[in-house]
């Protein structure tokens, strides 16, 4: 299966393609583009000023008071 998509590693002289490690192309010898670095994009997730990970910290906090406040019993044996 050949994606078609991959012409960026394609030589631009010849059109054979060439490994992803190769700065020349194995058959005319030309420069090769160098290949883009799929990098994926670290935007860090933020919802109202605060990341994600903020909200999730703040979330655990309030239930560890919740539960602290109340008993285990009373939680696992609603009246
Ligand atoms: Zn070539």
Redesign the pocket.
Known sequence: MTPKGNAFMD?R????WNPDDKNF?W????ELPKPVEKKPKKAPRVFAGLPIWMWIMLALFFVVLVIGQCSVSELLVPS
Request: aromatic share 0%; hydrophobic share 10%; proline share 0%.
């Open positions: 030589c002289k010849c059109g054979t192309c058959r005319c010898n030309a």
